[in-house]
């Protein structure tokens, strides 16, 4: 049976029932699988055939045990996650000039990838919530696209209350409407002074109040939680199985997969993926906000002096929390080394990796951090080339596919993962010089009446 255990070594053995209902672990670190499964190609080739949700399945399979949702019960569960997908197929690859491959992870209620997991993970709680007829009071901080997401995850739904504290004038007007537009009872959001990285501050100390977590029935629905990051894993099978040459030859061939890269969630989930045996290469995009870009390159993850305010708002992050999870996974799962680790760096705010990790690091992992001139460059290119618009995070990816095509790099199959839609980055598209294509349940969100509390520093 699947058991998880916190990253620093304080906490072993929960079941994904508890780890779903928890945030940061008591310990103050985050919870991880305490092995993660291996497949063999035999298995690859037998999933390369499966649809996104199909995969998303089999990846969930292999977390949740039988005895905590029956797979009869995890592919109804699956269904009702997906079912307000205007697309058929979920997920899809956009095909465009000289070989960039676009994986279009958006197509959700608030067009942002973060609705294919959120959407899962809702559907999981409504699941135990129903069974143990118990409230949970989840609460999360945002940085853009997550506080909506996980908005329209449980809005309305019995037994839950979420509060979102997003930073205020640091949101696109678009993300900031997707949340402060909501009306269900339920549904409670914060504007914050500061930035993402401070509201996250206030709540890592709730979460190690174990009392106060019990008490209250707190959880998170950030990628603090594991469910996020397991639903994410079948992102990369799935950008795998659609841009790989040819599954006939052994070994399998190596893709290059290119995450947009903030908090470090959908990059984590991609060293899971590594760690199942999945054939890829990761390459993390950072903006100006270049913390996981100097660990990797480096070894040196400490924080700068402020969080830079860029054109693509959602991975203006500088501390990318789940690097603890990555850190972790690549350590050869040292509990003892992370917990060291992460609370020297907590403390004095700087961290040199050590040379063992930090190779291991930059062997499954490499990075580049890009300027908002690259984003508006790479956003125009790929308009003038192919009629299509990128928003600005998919645009942080998509410049590194520019870059290897310049310095004509031996082709291994690459594909970018494009983050949310175009829509929601209105201002970063006229900034290009482009169009904005506003859909119609954007435009309604500017007539709505909005709801939202001022929250004040140290409040």
């Given at each position: 049976?699947?058991?998880?255990?916190?990253?620093?070594?304080?906490?072993?053995?929960?079941?994904?029932?508890?780890?779903?209902?928890?945030?940061?672990?008591?310990?103050?670190?985050?919870?991880?699988?305490?092995?993660?499964?291996?497949?063999?190609?035999?298995?690859?080739?037998?999933?390369?055939?499966?649809?996104?949700?199909?995969?998303?399945?089999?990846?969930?399979?292999?977390?949740?045990?039988?005895?905590?949702?029956?797979?009869?019960?995890?592919?109804?569960?699956?269904?009702?996650?997906?079912?307000?997908?205007?697309?058929?197929?979920?997920?899809?690859?956009?095909?465009?000039?000289?070989?960039?491959?676009?994986?279009?992870?958006?197509?959700?209620?608030t067009l942002a990838f973060k609705d294919l997991a959120m959407s899962c993970v809702g559907q999981f709680l409504r699941y135990f919530?129903?069974?143990?007829?118990?409230?949970?009071?989840?609460?999360?901080?945002?940085?853009?696209?997550?506080?909506?997401?996980?908005?329209?995850?449980?809005?309305?739904?019995?037994?839950?209350?979420?509060?979102?504290?997003?930073?205020?004038?640091?949101?696109?007007?678009?993300?900031?409407?997707?949340?402060?537009?909501?009306?269900?009872?339920?549904?409670?959001?914060?504007?914050?002074?500061?930035?993402?990285?401070?509201?996250?501050?206030?709540?890592?100390?709730?979460?190690?109040?174990?009392?106060?977590?019990?008490?209250?029935?707190?959880?998170?629905?950030n990628s603090v939680n594991w469910a996020r990051i397991m639903v994410q894993v079948a992102h990369f099978f799935y950008a795998y199985?659609?841009?790989?040459?040819?599954?006939?030859?052994?070994?399998?061939?190596?893709?290059?997969?290119?995450?947009?890269?903030?908090?470090?969630?959908?990059?984590?989930?991609?060293?899971?993926?590594?760690?199942?045996?999945?054939?890829?290469?990761?390459?993390?995009?950072?903006?100006?906000?270049?913390?996981?870009?100097?660990?990797?390159?480096?070894?040196?993850?400490?924080?700068?002096?402020?969080?830079?305010?860029?054109?693509?708002?959602?991975?203006?992050?500088?501390?990318?929390?789940?690097?603890?999870?990555?850190?972790?996974?690549?350590?050869?799962?040292?509990?003892?080394?992370?917990?060291?680790?992460?609370?020297?760096?907590?403390?004095?705010?700087?961290?040199?990796?050590?040379?063992?990790?930090?190779?291991?690091?930059?062997?499954?992992?490499?990075?580049?951090?890009?300027?908002?001139?690259?984003?508006?460059?790479?956003?125009?290119?790929?308009?003038?080339?192919?009629?299509?618009?990128?928003?600005?995070?998919?645009?942080?990816?998509?410049?590194?596919?520019?870059?290897?095509?310049?310095?004509?790099?031996?082709?291994?199959?690459?594909?970018?993962?494009?983050?949310?839609?175009?829509?929601?980055?209105?201002?970063?598209?006229?900034?290009?010089?482009?169009?904005?294509?506003?859909?119609?349940?954007?435009?309604?969100?500017?007539?709505?009446?909005?709801?939202?509390?001022?929250?004040?520093?140290?409040?």
């Open positions: 049976s699947m058991l998880y255990c916190s990253t620093r070594g304080g906490v072993v053995g929960w079941d994904f029932q508890a780890v779903l209902f928890s945030g940061f672990a008591p310990d103050g670190g985050l919870f991880m699988p305490e092995e993660i499964p291996v497949l063999d190609s035999a298995t690859l080739q037998s999933w390369s055939h499966l649809s996104y949700t199909e995969l998303v399945l089999e990846v969930c399979s292999l977390f949740i045990p039988q005895h905590l949702i029956p797979r009869a019960h995890l592919t109804t569960l699956l269904g009702a996650a997906f079912s307000r997908f205007p697309l058929a197929g979920v997920v899809r690859v956009a095909k465009l000039k000289d070989g960039l491959r676009v994986v279009e992870l958006w197509h959700g209620a919530l129903s069974k143990l007829n118990r409230h949970a009071t989840i609460v999360v901080g945002t940085s853009g696209d997550t506080g909506s997401s996980a908005i329209e995850s449980v809005r309305g739904m019995k037994g839950v209350d979420i509060i979102v504290t997003f930073p205020k004038g640091r949101c696109t007007p678009v993300q900031e409407l997707q949340m402060t537009t909501v009306k269900e009872d339920n549904v409670h959001v914060f504007a914050a002074e500061g930035t993402s990285d401070d509201i996250d501050v206030p709540i890592r100390k709730l979460f190690s109040d174990a009392g106060f977590v019990e008490q209250h029935g707190l959880m998170s629905l199985f659609q841009c790989a040459p040819s599954l006939e030859n052994s070994p399998l061939p190596e893709v290059e997969i290119v995450v947009p890269t903030g908090g470090a969630g959908n990059i984590t989930a991609g060293c899971v993926a590594v760690k199942m045996g999945l054939p890829v290469r990761l390459v993390a995009v950072v903006n100006e906000n270049d913390i996981i870009h100097r660990a990797v390159q480096l070894g040196d993850f400490s924080l700068s002096q402020s969080v830079k305010h860029t054109l693509a708002p959602a991975i203006d992050i500088q501390d990318p929390y789940n690097m603890e999870r990555l850190f972790w996974l690549l350590s050869g799962m040292d509990s003892s080394l992370i917990k060291g680790l992460m609370e020297d760096f907590y403390s004095t705010r700087k961290l040199r990796l050590p040379p063992c990790l930090h190779k291991t690091i930059s062997e499954v992992v490499s990075s580049r951090s890009v300027t908002d001139r690259d984003i508006v460059e790479t956003m125009r290119r790929c308009w003038e080339e192919n009629r299509y618009l990128l928003c600005p995070h998919s645009a942080v990816a998509v410049q590194h596919h520019y870059q290897q095509q310049q310095l004509k790099h031996a082709s291994l199959s690459r594909c970018c993962l494009a983050t949310a839609s175009a829509a929601k980055f209105q201002d970063a598209v006229l900034k290009a010089g482009l169009t904005p294509e506003i859909p119609a349940e954007i435009r309604a969100l500017e007539t709505m009446a909005t709801h939202s509390t001022p929250m004040r520093r140290g409040e």
